[in-house]
C-alpha cells in the first residue's frame, strides 16, 4: 500500500469522528471507538535487541555489541526477525482480543543517538560514539523492521530527538545547548539518514531541551528539520511523560493543557504518558484548533493503515506464533553474540583446550542479568558463561566456580561483606590450571533513569572503574599468577588498565544475549574467532579530567574523532586468533578497492575500515573519521579483493555556522583493521594503508 493511499484512507475515517474520538486517538492507549469499527490500539512496544517486554521472544545481544559487529546484513536480519516475531504475536493476541502495552507493531527502536560521552548510562542501547556506523546500521535495522513488502512489517522509530546523551539524573529539566558545527556533524545525521534513506515511520521526542526548546515541542527540531528541511512524512511520538516535563521542568509553559498544546502544534502527533488527556481542555481555552488535533490523527491512521491493521489485512497475518524464538532466530542470535565479542588482548593463551581444570570466578560468571542489558525480552532458556564453559568442558576436565564478589558494593545482599568470597575464589584460582574471571556491570549500574523499575539506582557512571569489590577481587586473582583470562561483561567504556598490565588474555562480552555463554565458551576454546571491533573509545579513568564537563554537549575532546590523549583502546579496535594482512589499496571519491589474505591456519572473520583525512581544511575534525567497512570471512590462505563503498561526506566538512560544504580537495583514505593512530599500531603491531584522494580522482 503506498502512503498517498493509507493517507487517503486516514483522512476518510478521521473525517468521521467526533472532535473528542480524534484526541482520544492520539494517546498512546489509544482506545477503540466501536460505531467505526476501530479496534483499540497501545502503541507503545519495544525491540532494541528483540522483542522486548511482551513476554518469550529470541534475545540478541544488547545494541552496542550489536554495533561492534560492523555487519550490516545481519542487523537487517535481526530487525526482520524482531517483526517477525512482533508480528506472531501480534496475530496471536489481536485474535483474542488482546491490544495491550507491548502487544502492538509499533516498535520504539532504533536508539540512534550518540554516545559521545562514557560516562552516560543508556549508551549501551547505542549503536556507540560514530554517526556514520550509527547511520548504516540504525538504517540497517529499520530495513529489517520494517520490510519491503506491500505493507509495514512493523513500524520502527528513531529516537531520541535530538541531542541527547545524558545526563540522566537532569533529562527532565536539562538543556543540552549544541553549537550549529556539532549539530550538523554529530547530533542530527543519523536522523536524517534514516528520515530520508531507511524512511523510518517514526521519530521520538527527547526529554532534554535543545538549544532552549524542549524537543518534543521544538519548532527549529520537528518544524522546520524534521517536516520541513527533511519532508518527514511518519508520525512524531514524545518520550514518555516528556510532555509533562514542559511544565514542570523545562517551566516553559504553566499547566497541563500549554504543554499539551505546544506539542501538538510543533508537530508531536502521539503521547507517551498522559498530558493529551487534557486535550479537549486545551481546544476549550482556544490553544489548539481542530484542525491540529485532525492532523496528528490522520498521521497515526495512516501508519496503521500502511500496518495493514485496520481490517484491510496484510501478508503478514499468517505468521504463526511458532515463530516466537524458533530455531532460525536462536541461531541469528548466536551468530550475533560470537561476532560482537571483541578480543582485547592475548599473549597467545587464548584459544583454550579443553582439558584439565578451569576455574570460573566473578559476579557476572553465573549472571542471567549480565546477558540481557536493558530494554530486554524473556528467553526460554539462559546460558550463563559458567554454564556455557561447564556444557563445553563436560568430558574434558573439571571447571571449578566462585562469586568471588558481589557485583557491587552492599547494594543487593546489604547484610553481606563485599569481600566474603574473595578466598574461595583465590582457592579456585590456586586449584586451576587456568582461570576465567567473569567481572563488568549490569543494568543495575549503568542504565537509564532510577524509576521503580529499576530500583537500585542504576543511571550514568561517576567513574570508568570497576566497582571496588571487583577491583580488590582482580587483584587478588591475578596475585595467584596462574594463566588468567578477564572476560569483561559491559556496554561502556571501562578502565581496565591493570587487567591490561597483567592478565594474559581480555575478552570484551557486552551483554551478550540470553543464550550467550554459548558464544563466549566457544570463543574462549577456539570454536570460532573473535571479530568484534569496539563501537566506542575505551579511556582510561583519568581521561574524565581532560573532557568538557559531562552536561557540555561541544564535540571537543570527545570520542575518537576530537580526542587528543591516549586511549586504553581505540574505537575501532578488535584482535583475532587469525593473521590477516590488506595490501593492493586504491581508491576514488566512491569506492575504495583493497585485497585481504588470511596468512594462518585460522578460519576467521575480519572488518576492513576505511578512515579519511582533509588534508587540508581547518574545518575537518581533528583525526581521520570512518567512512566505509566491510566484513569478510576467509579461509586458511584464503583471499580476496573488496570493493567499500565510501560515505560521501567523508569529503565534505562543516563549517562553523552549521554549513556542510566541499573539503579541500586533497584527502588521505586509511584502510586496516582499526583506526589510523599511535595506539592501535601499538597494540596491533600493524599500520593502515593509506592512499591519497584529489578532486580530480
Excluded at 8 to 33: C, G, H, N, Y
Excluded at 497 to 518: E, F, H, M
Aim: glycine share 10%; charged share 25%.
Amino acid at each position: 500500500m503506498t502512503r498517498e493511499r493509507a493517507r487517503e484512507l486516514a483522512k476518510a475515517l478521521v473525517a468521521q469522528m467526533t472532535l473528542r474520538e480524534k484526541a482520544s486517538q492520539l494517546r498512546f492507549d489509544s482506545p477503540a471507538i466501536e460505531r467505526l469499527g476501530i479496534p483499540a490500539y497501545n502503541w507503545w512496544n519495544e525491540a532494541l535487541h528483540g522483542v522486548a517486554r511482551g513476554g518469550t521472544a529470541t534475545s540478541f545481544p544488547q545494541a552496542i555489541g550489536l554495533a561492534a559487529m560492523f555487519d550490516i546484513m545481519l542487523v537487517e536480519k535481526l530487525g526482520d526477525a524482531a517483526a517477525t516475531e512482533g508480528r506472531a504475536k501480534f496475530n496471536q493476541f489481536s485474535k483474542k482480543g488482546d491490544r495491550d502495552i507491548y502487544h502492538g507493531l509499533s516498535f520504539w527502536s532504533p536508539n540512534i543517538n550518540i554516545f559521545r560521552d562514557p560516562r552516560w548510562g543508556r549508551g549501551h542501547e547505542t549503536y556507540g560514539e560514530d554517526p556514520y556506523l550509527t547511520s548504516r546500521l540504525g538504517q540497517a535495522y529499520v530495513r529489517g523492521l520494517q520490510g519491503d513488502g506491500e505493507h509495514l512489517k512493523s513500524a520502527a522509530c528513531a529516537k531520541h530527538f535530538a541531542v541527547h546523551s545524558g545526563p540522566e539524573a537532569l533529562r527532565h529539566q536539562f538543556n543540552a545547548i549544541a553549537s550549529p558545527r556539532d549539530m550538523e556533524e554529530t547530533y542530527l545525521p543519523v536522523f536524517e539518514d534514516l528520515v530520508k534513506e531507511a524512511h523510518v515511520e517514526a521519530v521520538m521526542g527527547a526529554y532534554n531541551r535543545t538549544n532552549g526548546e524542549p524537543c518534543c515541542g521544538s519548532k527549529t527540531l520537528l518544524v522546520d528539520t524534521l517536516r520541513g528541511k527533511w519532508q518527514f512524512e511518519g508520525h512524531i511520538v514524545s518520550d514518555c511523560w516528556a510532555i509533562r516535563d514542559f511544565h514542570t521542568g523545562h517551566h516553559v509553559t504553566g499547566t497541563s493543557a500549554e504543554s499539551a498544546a505546544l506539542a501538538l502544534k510543533m508537530g508531536c502527533d502521539l503521547n507517551c504518558g498522559n498530558s493529551y488527556q487534557c486535550l479537549m481542555s486545551a481546544y476549550d481555552q482556544e490553544l489548539i484548533t481542530e484542525d491540529d488535533i485532525t492532523e496528528a490523527a490522520v498521521h497515526l491512521f495512516t501508519t496503521r493503515y500502511l500496518l495493514g491493521i485496520m481490517g484491510d489485512g496484510s501478508e503478514y497475518d499468517d505468521i504463526p506464533y511458532s515463530a516466537v524464538e524458533c530455531d532460525e532466530h536462536l541461531a541469528l542470535a548466536h551468530e550475533a553474540a560470537l561476532k560482537s565479542c571483541v578480543l582485547l588482548k592475548n599473549n597467545g593463551l587464548l584459544p583454550l583446550k579443553a582439558e584439565g581444570t578451569v576455574g570460573v570466578i566473578g559476579p557476572n560468571a553465573n549472571s542471567r542479568g549480565a546477558l540481557i542489558g536493558n530494554y530486554y525480552g524473556t528467553s526460554s532458556r539462559y546460558v550463563t558463561v559458567l554454564e556455557g564453559i561447564q556444557d563445553r568442558m563436560d568430558g574434558h576436565g573439571r571447571v571449578l566456580y566462585s562469586e568471588g564478589c558481589h557485583l557491587f558494593k552492599d547494594r543487593i545482599e546489604p547484610l553481606a561483606q563485599s569481600d566474603d568470597r574473595i578466598a574461595e575464589a583465590v582457592a579456585v584460582a590456586e586449584n586451576s590450571d587456568v582461570v576465567i574471571l567473569a567481572l563488568g556491570y549490569d543494568e543495575r549500574i549503568e542504565g537509564e533513569e532510577p524509576d521503580d523499575g529499576n530500583a537500585y539506582g542504576s543511571g550514568d557512571k561517576n567513574d570508568l572503574l570497576l566497582p571496588a569489590p571487583q577491583r580488590k577481587l582482580l587483584d587478588a586473582v591475578l596475585a595467584v599468577e596462574k594463566p588468567t583470562v578477564v572476560l569483561l561483561m559491559a556496554g561502556s567504556s571501562v578502565d581496565i588498565s591493570d587487567a591490561q598490565q597483567k592478565a594474559d588474555a581480555i575478552l570484551l562480552t557486552w551483554y551478550p544475549g540470553a543464550r550467550g555463554g554459548k558464544a563466549v565458551a566457544e570463543l574462549l576454546f577456539g570454536d570460532a574467532s573473535p571479530s568484534g571491533k569496539l563501537p566506542v573509545t575505551f579511556y582510561r579513568n583519568e581521561a574524565l579530567q581532560e573532557m568538557p564537563d559531562f552536561t557540555d554537549y561541544s564535540m571537543a575532546g570527545r570520542t575518537y574523532r576530537y580526542y587528543g590523549g591516549k586511549p586504553l583502546y581505540p574505537f575501532g579496535y578488535g584482535l583475532s586468533y587469525a593473521k590477516m594482512e590488506l595490501s593492493e589499496l586504491s581508491a576514488d571519491r566512491d569506492v575504495a578497492c583493497v585485497a585481504i589474505k588470511n596468512r594462518s591456519e585460522i578460519a576467521a572473520d575480519e572488518v576492513i575500515e576505511l578512515y579519511m583525512k582533509d588534508n587540508r581544511s581547518k574545518d575537518a575534525p581533528a583525526n581521520p573519521v570512518l567512512c566505509g567497512f566491510a566484513r569478510v570471512h576467509l579461509e586458511p590462505g584464503g583471499e580476496k579483493l573488496l570493493t567499500i563503498p565510501i560515505d560521501p561526506r567523508a569529503f565534505t566538512v562543516v563549517t562553523k555556522t552549521g554549513e556542510r560544504v566541499p573539503g579541500s580537495g586533497s584527502w588521505t583514505l586509511y584502510a586496516g583493521f582499526g583506526q589510523p593512530d599511535p595506539r592501535t599500531e601499538e597494540l596491533t603491531g600493524q599500520k593502515c594503508l593509506s592512499y591519497i584522494i584529489r578532486s580530480s580522482s
